[in-house]
């Protein structure tokens, strides 16, 4: 090995590293995180995949020293959130990581001793030996600061995870959509702690601040218990204005997600403007302005909707600037909606369907800039656009103003694109899906990776063609015919472009020691909506908000996008947590496909001997350029 680096947010690091040859014999990599001036023990890294023959019926994990990485990359999941109870573990400290190779215990190489616990499932142990000392990483620090103006934090709520079934069971319970929604609403919940990682503390933080503190927020979704308490006790110094939530699937009304909480600040008497869309057009907004001696100085936003499922059943974020220009942009947007809803017919009942869109001088102020200033740090920018901010109140084929920016910037990467989008729009057209494949289809130095949410989002989508050849698939029954829907591509992969769709192990596709997931709660899983251009790049960008990243956001809803230059660490912890997404619903991606095709499914099980690291090699060392896999993006052979 010759290259290995590290890089880290606040819930999880990425690690990968670089082979110049073959090594001969080698069944894997053991992985030991090591923290940098603490006292805190070297700990190898838990793995759950066993070896051929072997089985881990329960989930019990063993470490990389047993069950090595069979991979160049890897993701430590149990950076702060542990697997075997609901402990945090410490941040704001920094790691690095020592990436040993390992293969059978033979010809005179010492075995490392299993663990105390080892071994803990069925079938013959391995003995294995280090080959060589290994490299270690360079150090990373695991934190939700990067800069001292500027605060991040990502959730935890990837459902569709095997110790989460295990968990559940192991307290009597069954992995059911019932008893996951139980769990999260329930204040204090040790799952619904673990879920909602970082980002709860950030909600709530935001608002727990003294008496000489006023807040004014613009939500979308209301319907989180304890988010709501935290609203009211402040009463006197907080305005909100709420829009109106989706239909229910089981009638016409409208808002039926929020009615009970709007309900609830009306009768505290909290300063709530109803801003009722009831139509096609949303009020997308999640952000919280901070304001003290009527100077606004602080604001929180993201993609994070104020119900349990948004804290806990999607992939989401959230952003805390700290800088008054940018703060007083977002309060100017604020009066500017509220103003706005003035104009609005009051729906009687509020449930009701109405003809209300935003104003022309509402979208005749977003179509500009609304700020574009430097952070403490003298070096990152951040550029502030609202929507809607076209003159057109429908969705319209000509690039809005915000997206003219956007693209503009992904058209100058020169090494990667990443994103993680909800459902922009059918088949990424006419937004940031389309771009970025249209980037690297351009340009094949160009390194694009995308995880998205909805399977009609994927870019090789096509409407269901209905077949009746009496085979059965993961498709959806159409009862009229008792045909079968082809199922949605899960895999977009051309040369340098690759593109997932969240995806869980169903009763079909189960392999090796694994079982039937849980995929979803509500619509979104993956709910983020992120672009990160060239993160190892002193020029990266990243661009993260409310915003869909597709047109319809732009010309119909109330959205709030941040574009934020020059901040390589910032650009690289948004960056791992999309990484995160992608690595995990890629192999339930590529399992739904394989059955999608009726192929045969991978075996669930590490492999015996070195024939896994040789398709690696083949695949990954010996290209040209540096930015045609993560590996040789990540962990480069040669000096950047």
């Given at each position: 090995?010759?290259?290995?680096?590290?890089?880290?947010?606040?819930?999880?690091?990425?690690?990968?590293?670089?082979?110049?040859?073959?090594?001969?014999?080698?069944?894997?990599?053991?992985?030991?995180?090591?923290?940098?001036?603490?006292?805190?023990?070297?700990?190898?890294?838990?793995?759950?995949?066993?070896?051929?023959?072997?089985?881990?019926?329960?989930?019990?994990?063993?470490?990389?020293?047993?069950?090595?990485?069979?991979?160049?990359?890897?993701?430590?999941?149990?950076?702060?959130?542990?697997?075997?109870?609901?402990?945090?573990?410490?941040?704001?400290?920094?790691?690095?990581?020592?990436?040993?190779?390992?293969?059978?215990?033979?010809?005179?190489?010492?075995?490392?001793?299993?663990?105390?616990?080892?071994?803990?499932?069925?079938?013959?142990?391995?003995?294995?030996?280090?080959?060589?000392?290994?490299?270690?990483?360079?150090?990373?620090?695991?934190?939700?600061?990067?800069?001292?103006?500027?605060?991040?934090?990502?959730?935890?709520?990837?459902?569709?995870?095997?110790?989460?079934?295990?968990?559940?069971?192991?307290?009597?319970?069954?992995?059911?959509?019932?008893?996951?929604?139980?769990?999260?609403?329930?204040?204090?919940?040790?799952?619904?702690?673990?879920?909602?990682?970082?980002?709860?503390?950030?909600?709530?933080?935001?608002?727990?601040?003294?008496?000489?503190?006023?807040?004014?927020?613009?939500?979308?979704?209301?319907?989180?218990?304890?988010?709501?308490?935290?609203?009211?006790?402040?009463?006197?110094?907080?305005?909100?204005?709420?829009?109106?939530?989706?239909?229910?699937?089981?009638?016409?009304?409208?808002?039926?997600?929020?009615?009970?909480?709007?309900?609830?600040?009306?009768?505290?008497?909290?300063?709530?403007?109803?801003?009722?869309?009831?139509?096609?057009?949303?009020?997308h907004n999640k952000f919280v302005i901070s304001v003290k001696d009527d100077r606004p100085f602080a604001v929180l936003t993201g993609s994070t909707n104020w119900t349990p499922t948004g804290l806990c059943g999607q992939s989401n974020?959230?952003?805390?600037?700290?800088?008054?220009?940018?703060?007083?942009?977002?309060?100017?947007?604020?009066?500017?909606?509220?103003?706005?809803?003035?104009?609005?017919?009051?729906?009687?009942?509020?449930?009701?369907?109405?003809?209300?869109?935003?104003?022309?001088?509402?979208?005749?102020?977003?179509?500009?800039?609304?700020?574009?200033?430097?952070?403490?740090?003298?070096?990152?920018?951040?550029?502030?656009?609202?929507?809607?901010?076209?003159?057109?109140?429908?969705?319209?084929?000509?690039?809005?103003?915000?997206?003219?920016?956007?693209?503009?910037?992904?058209?100058?990467?020169?090494?990667?694109?990443?994103?993680?989008?909800?459902?922009?729009?059918?088949?990424?057209?006419?937004?940031?899906?389309?771009?970025?494949?249209?980037?690297?289809?351009?340009?094949?130095?160009?390194?694009?990776?995308?995880?998205?949410?909805?399977?009609?989002?994927?870019?090789?989508?096509?409407?269901?063609?209905?077949?009746?050849?009496?085979?059965?698939?993961?498709?959806?029954?159409?009862?009229?015919?008792?045909?079968?829907?082809?199922?949605?591509?899960?895999?977009?992969?051309?040369?340098?472009?690759?593109?997932?769709?969240?995806?869980?192990?169903?009763?079909?596709?189960?392999?090796?020691?694994?079982?039937?997931?849980?995929?979803?709660?509500?619509?979104?899983?993956?709910?983020?909506?992120?672009?990160?251009?060239?993160?190892?790049?002193?020029?990266?960008?990243?661009?993260?908000?409310?915003?869909?990243?597709?047109?319809?956001?732009?010309?119909?809803?109330?959205?709030?996008?941040?574009?934020?230059?020059?901040?390589?660490?910032?650009?690289?912890?948004?960056?791992?947590?999309?990484?995160?997404?992608?690595?995990?619903?890629?192999?339930?991606?590529?399992?739904?496909?394989?059955?999608?095709?009726?192929?045969?499914?991978?075996?669930?099980?590490?492999?015996?001997?070195?024939?896994?690291?040789?398709?690696?090699?083949?695949?990954?060392?010996?290209?040209?350029?540096?930015?045609?896999?993560?590996?040789?993006?990540?962990?480069?052979?040669?000096?950047?």
């Amino acid at each position: 090995m010759q290259s290995a680096r590290a890089y880290a947010n606040n819930e999880v690091a990425f690690i990968a590293w670089n082979l110049t040859e073959l090594i001969e014999g080698c069944l894997g990599f053991e992985i030991t995180r090591i923290y940098v001036g603490s006292e805190e023990p070297p700990r190898v890294l838990a793995s759950w995949v066993p070896f051929r023959g072997q089985a881990n019926p329960h989930w019990k994990p063993q470490t990389t020293s047993v069950w090595p990485v069979q991979k160049l990359c890897w993701r430590d999941l149990t950076l702060r959130r542990r697997r075997d109870s609901t402990g945090l573990r410490p941040s704001d400290v920094e790691v690095k990581y020592r990436i040993r190779p390992l293969g059978r215990a033979r010809d005179g190489r010492e075995a490392i001793p299993p663990g105390r616990d080892a071994p803990n499932y069925d079938g013959e142990p391995i003995a294995l030996a280090a080959l060589d000392e290994g490299v270690e990483t360079n150090v990373v620090r695991v934190t939700s600061s990067y800069g001292t103006d500027l605060r991040v934090a990502f959730t935890n709520g990837i459902l569709s995870a095997q110790w989460l079934k295990h968990a559940l069971e192991e307290g009597g319970e069954g992995l059911t959509p019932k008893v996951v929604r139980t769990h999260i609403a329930n204040v204090g919940d040790p799952l619904r702690k673990y879920l909602a990682g970082d980002v709860l503390d950030f909600m709530t933080g935001a608002l727990a601040t003294g008496d000489d503190v006023t807040n004014k927020l613009a939500l979308y979704e209301l319907g989180d218990t304890e988010l709501a308490d935290a609203i009211k006790a402040k009463r006197r110094q907080i305005s909100v204005i709420l829009s109106n939530s989706s239909k229910g699937r089981d009638g016409e009304d409208w808002d039926q997600g929020n009615a009970r909480f709007r309900n609830d600040l009306h009768e505290h008497r909290i300063e709530v403007q109803d801003r009722m869309f009831n139509n096609g057009h949303i009020g997308h907004n999640k952000f919280v302005i901070s304001v003290k001696d009527d100077r606004p100085f602080a604001v929180l936003t993201g993609s994070t909707n104020w119900t349990p499922t948004g804290l806990c059943g999607q992939s989401n974020n959230v952003i805390e600037i700290r800088h008054p220009d940018i703060a007083t942009a977002y309060a100017d947007y604020w009066e500017r909606l509220r103003q706005d809803t003035a104009g609005f017919k009051r729906p009687v009942p509020l449930s009701a369907s109405t003809a209300n869109k935003q104003g022309a001088e509402l979208r005749e102020h977003n179509a500009r800039t609304a700020c574009d200033v430097k952070l403490a740090d003298g070096k990152t920018r951040v550029r502030v656009w609202f929507s809607p901010n076209t003159r057109a109140t429908t969705k319209k084929a000509a690039l809005p103003p915000d997206l003219a920016d956007v693209y503009s910037r992904m058209r100058k990467a020169n090494e990667a694109i990443f994103f993680a989008v909800f459902m922009p729009s059918r088949s990424g057209k006419l937004s940031i899906i389309e771009e970025a494949i249209d980037v690297g289809t351009k340009d094949s130095s160009v390194l694009v990776y995308g995880a998205v949410s909805d399977p009609t989002a994927m870019p090789n989508y096509v409407a269901p063609q209905k077949v009746d050849d009496g085979d059965e698939d993961d498709g959806e029954e159409d009862p009229s015919t008792k045909r079968r829907k082809i199922a949605p591509p899960a895999l977009y992969d051309t040369g340098n472009v690759h593109v997932i769709r969240a995806a869980a192990l169903g009763h079909d596709d189960v392999v090796g020691s694994f079982e039937a997931e849980l995929l979803k709660l509500g619509n979104a899983i993956i709910h983020d909506k992120i672009v990160v251009i060239d993160p190892l790049s002193e020029g990266c960008t990243v661009i993260v908000g409310s915003h869909n990243l597709g047109y319809k956001a732009s010309y119909e809803n109330d959205e709030n996008l941040l574009v934020i230059e020059g901040n390589p660490r910032l650009a690289q912890a948004y960056a791992v947590h999309i990484l995160d997404l992608y690595d995990h619903y890629r192999f339930r991606a590529a399992q739904a496909e394989m059955h999608r095709h009726g192929r045969s499914h991978w075996e669930g099980t590490l492999e015996i001997d070195d024939g896994w690291l040789r398709s690696y090699v083949k695949q990954d060392v010996k290209r040209e350029s540096p930015t045609t896999s993560l590996v040789s993006y990540f962990a480069p052979l040669a000096n950047r």
